[in-house]
């Protein structure tokens, strides 16, 4: 009897072996949910520990709490506000496929993982996401992410991955929370009202200053010098220096943008990365119009801090409000007879109108009063169109002073004004084209309860 203990041990062991596999198998692999585009696939990773609790965020609204479809939709969204903020065109195709992986929490501050893998021609990416994590934390890894995939498309995979600096990927990820009007990031319903599930969302009104949270940091403590911005601490990206390094970053990305070509020029720096060993290099070949050694890039930090700090004109408005606000300022409203008995219908026409065929004393009167609207908004108006309100402005202050240098003449320098206007307005309707977000696509539309 003795001998034969260890042989039924063995049989007993090797049977429960057989039936953990067995079981294993037949057990349901993870549902994979695929985001519209088919770029996201999403996956949740189940928890085998019996002793694991599910955390209660409570009314903690800065928290949320991740579920694969909803997260589907968030990174698309994320995508497509990423996209419009460095002017990217929203149909340009993608080469790497994003793997969203979410797996239950065990505390507020667990780390979030992305890897960048070589996949024949092209690179794929794996994201870790704790199911609950903060609002900040989760734009933070889905603009990590995501330029990264900008960034090495027509890197080899044979080759290195690009190496985003820390500035760029928080200073983008707090400007599309700020900026962007529609809903960008969804969490799982929060409470139940009148057996109704509320969904929490990340919801921004219109008209509101996306450099608000910003402007109410630097107010008290000051901005971080770009050497600073270059090398964070884990403490300073958390935020954990009362949002410094964030908000400097925000807006070391706002007055970037804000740039001639700047959207273009930092689609250039992303292309840059994977080519050169450090981002610095990259960041100077790409605005090599604007600057040639770090210490420029030094100098017109430090200028524009003073600027932002000194000029505090009120808040910014958002792009659909700067649209609004620049097409007012550059229409100029008229009575139009048809006859000498009609009533006069009311209309707008342009400037180029106005030089065309306006007597002198009328002419001057109206490009003045233009003049003046566009030096009010244009500190007000967001970094896309406040450029193009700069441009505006010299031009009509270039022709007023060749009018009155040269009063001699019927229209001094006419053509070349018009000429420059009509430049403009090309410009600004490719701006608006580009910027003009009027609802959300039905793609990205809440799926049904």
């Known amino acids: 009897m003795n001998r034969l203990r260890p042989v039924c041990a063995l049989v007993a062991g090797l049977l429960s072996l057989l039936a953990a596999a067995r079981s294993e198998s037949l057990s349901p692999s993870p549902a994979i949910t695929q985001s ?10 189940p928890d085998n520990n019996p002793f694991f609790h599910r955390l209660n965020i409570g009314t903690d609204t800065n928290l949320l709490r991740l579920e694969p479809a909803l997260l589907a939709v968030s990174a698309e969204r994320f995508k497509a506000a990423l996209e419009r903020e ?28 992305l890897v960048a893998q070589p996949f024949l021609r092209s690179w794929n990416y794996r994201l870790e996401l704790p199911d609950l994590i903060t609002r900040d934390r989760c734009a933070r890894a889905f603009s990590a992410v995501l330029l ?13 991955s690009a190496d985003l600096p820390e500035w760029l990927v928080s200073g983008l990820a707090r400007q599309i929370l700020a900026a962007e009007e529609a809903t960008i990031i969804l969490s799982t319903p929060g409470k139940t009202i009148n057996d109704l599930a509320q969904t929490r969302l990340d919801e921004k009104r219109r008209g509101l200053d996306p450099l608000a949270a910003a402007r109410r940091v630097l107010q008290s403590s000051p901005a971080l010098t770009f050497e600073q911005l270059s ?43 994977p080519t050169h060993e450090n981002w610095q290099a990259a960041l100077l070949t790409a605005f090599h119009e604007n600057f040639s050694r770090p210490l420029d890039v030094e100098k017109w930090w430090s200028l ?10 009120g808040p910014l408005w958002t792009v659909a409000v700067s649209r609004d606000k620049l097409d007012a300022a550059l229409a100029v409203p008229v009575n139009l007879r048809y006859a000498s008995n009609a009533l006069p219908l009311y209309a707008e026409i342009s ?3 106005v030089i065309q065929n306006f007597e002198t004393e009328r002419q001057v009167q ?3 009063t233009r003049l003046r609207d566009l030096e009010l908004i244009q500190f007000r108006l967001a970094p896309p169109l ?16 060749a009018r009155k240098k040269f009063y001699f003449l019927r229209q001094p320098g006419a053509s070349a004004t018009i000429k420059q206007l009509n430049q403009l307005d090309a410009r600004r309707r490719a701006t608006e084209a580009k910027t003009r977000n009027g609802g959300l696509p039905p793609d990205l539309n809440l799926p049904a309860p």
Do not use: M
């Open 36 to 45: 519209v585009s088919g770029q996201f696939s999403v996956s949740q990773a």
């Open 86 to 113: 460095i002017g990217l065109a929203a149909n340009t195709p993608w080469s790497g496929k994003i793997f969203l992986v979410l797996h239950p929490a065990h505390s507020l501050d667990e780390p979030v993982n």
């Open 148 to 160: 990264l995939e900008i960034a090495n498309r027509c890197a080899p995979a044979s080759g290195h």
């Open 231 to 273: 090398w964070p601490s884990e403490a300073q990206v958390n935020g954990d220096d009362g949002g410094v390094y964030l908000a400097s970053a925000q807006l070391f990305v706002s007055e970037l943008l804000a740039l001639k070509d700047g959207p273009v020029k930092l689609q250039a720096l992303l292309a840059q990365l």
């Open 304 to 313: 524009r801090v003073v600027a932002f700090a000194a000029r505090a004109p």
């Open 351 to 353: 400037l180029q109108s």
């Open 366 to 368: 109206i490009l003045q």
């Open 386 to 401: 406040s450029g193009l309100a700069d441009s505006y402005r010299k031009v009509l202050s270039d022709y007023l002073h």
